[in-house]
């Protein structure tokens, strides 16, 4: 519902999907969060759309949480201090960190510049996204109650203010980001594209 909501960009019809397959495949006792399961998520946007495979945010979607289950086993936290405060921020250190290296690649080459404090931003940004989706939600079950929805919705439009301007601000600061030349040339952005497509082809000759 969410995803139709919000206009299913790549990004919402990729984790819709893959919530449908995770819950399924912990119905039938398998394991939920497989690469399997990732890929299923990309053939079946891809059948439908396949010139999805063009769409940045449908490389960044699939590449960042491809990232975080191929490294986050590498880089979680130890099991003597995962359920502590600290292994929990260790953990969620870890998946900004697993899923900024899988896009790095791919952010600078669409975008032509790498972000220096994604870990800063995103131990703000990441939390607060949580609450203001929960919040936006509230807002339209409770539209009805006038006084509720009035401070439901002050409050929403508070956070949102907060989270912009602390973007400006990580933006503003020196070195927030390392720009990279030159830019891709007209009808580059469509290669990483081809390239995908060309080596999945590749890959099913041999």
């Known amino acids: 519902f969410y995803a139709v909501v919000a206009g299913m960009p790549a990004s919402l019809v990729r984790a819709s999907i893959m919530c449908t397959l995770v ?8 394991n939920p969060l497989s690469e399997g399961n990732l890929y299923l998520a990309a053939f ?84 607060m996204a949580t609450v203001i989706v929960s919040l936006s939600f509230a807002l339209a079950a409770l539209s009805w109650l006038h006084p509720v929805a009035v401070a439901v919705g002050w409050l929403l439009k508070t956070l949102l203010r907060f989270q912009f301007s602390f973007l400006d ?20 952005e469509n290669e990483l594209g081809l390239t995908i497509l060309c080596s999945a082809g590749e890959f099913d000759t041999l």
């Open 23 to 30: 819950c399924m495949s912990a119905l039938a006792g398998g």
């Open 44 to 127: 079946l946007i891809l059948l439908f759309a396949p010139l999805s495979l063009f769409d940045v945010g449908f490389q960044m979607s699939f590449v960042s949480v491809l990232s975080i289950l191929k490294l986050m086993p590498f880089v979680a936290p130890p099991r003597v201090i995962a359920s502590s405060p600290a292994g929990k921020l260790w953990a969620f250190m870890a998946v900004s960190l697993c899923a900024q290296a899988g896009v790095a690649a791919l952010v600078a080459y669409h975008f032509h510049n790498f972000p220096t404090y994604f870990m800063l931003s995103n131990l703000v940004v990441v939390p």
């Open 169 to 188: 601000f990580a933006g503003s600061l020196p070195g927030a980001s390392l720009t990279l030349y030159p830019p891709v040339g007209e009808g580059g």
